[in-house]
């Protein structure tokens, strides 16, 4: 199965820690999502790319979180100085730029900060 | 600003009942998609809609598009516990490729 895979799946981690999440997309998918959610709501848009250029950034996205997407494939989204009010969900997902409403979603990677 | 509603938030049934969720804005959408979600796993895509009046059938599973496009319905019918799950609608715009999401209906199916 050739589907959105994010890595890791879990992290706990302290308060004021760095955090790096991984995600890899569909293979011949060009866009690039990041989405945040929270218990009993759903997903928030973080940011996203088209191939490796990121054309788009929510408010939400503070100056702690930087995303990259170097080559084109697969992305990384960093938290510096984690806060417990980052604790979530965060989801990655991945379309055709021709096809930008179809979003395939990976596993997610539940982040706890303590 | 919650942009699309969803209700109800909370749904408890019998296996077999019948159940419609409804996802609702004063917002026109471009198309609009719907997700299932199980707990600690990625929403998983069921269907898009992008017609307005558009009905689409998956099994049991029947998805409408409202004529203006700001509003949308989803009907089980004979519902099985294997439907149990959080239920997300999401609407694009035409400005840009994210997803807006509705808060979810956590669909409980009884045995």
């Known amino acids: 199965d050739t589907g959105v895979s994010q890595d890791p799946r879990h992290k706990i981690t302290k308060r004021g820690q760095n955090v790096t999440f991984r995600c890899d997309p569909i293979?011949?998918?060009?866009?690039l999502y990041w989405y945040r959610q929270t218990l009993g709501q759903g997903p928030e848009f973080l940011t996203y790319f088209q191939n490796e250029a990121q054309l788009e950034k929510s408010r939400l996205l503070s100056d702690r979180f930087s995303a990259e997407r170097p080559k084109g494939s697969f992305s990384t989204l960093e938290i510096q100085r984690t806060e417990q009010g980052d604790s979530a969900m965060y989801l990655c997902?991945?379309?055709?730029?021709?096809?930008?409403?179809?979003?395939?979603f990976g596993p997610g990677t539940r982040l706890t900060v303590l | 600003t919650q942009l699309l509603e969803q209700s109800p938030q909370f749904l408890s049934i019998q296996e077999g009942e019948n159940l419609t969720v409804y996802c609702n804005s004063s917002s026109v959408f471009s198309s609009l998609q719907w997700y299932r979600q199980e707990p600690g796993e990625g929403p998983v895509l069921l269907v898009t809609v992008v017609t307005g009046g558009e009905v689409k059938k998956l099994k049991r599973l029947t998805f409408q598009f409202g004529d203006a496009r700001k509003d949308s319905s989803l009907h089980i019918t004979a519902a099985q516990t294997g439907d149990t799950g959080l239920y997300l609608c999401?609407?694009?715009?035409?400005?840009?490729?994210?997803?807006?999401f509705g808060q979810g209906t956590e669909l409980s199916v009884k045995p």
């Open positions: 293979s011949e998918h060009n866009r």
């Open positions: 999401a609407g694009a715009r035409n400005q840009g490729g994210k997803l807006i």
């Open positions: 997902a991945s379309s055709w730029a021709g096809n930008t409403d179809t979003q395939y």
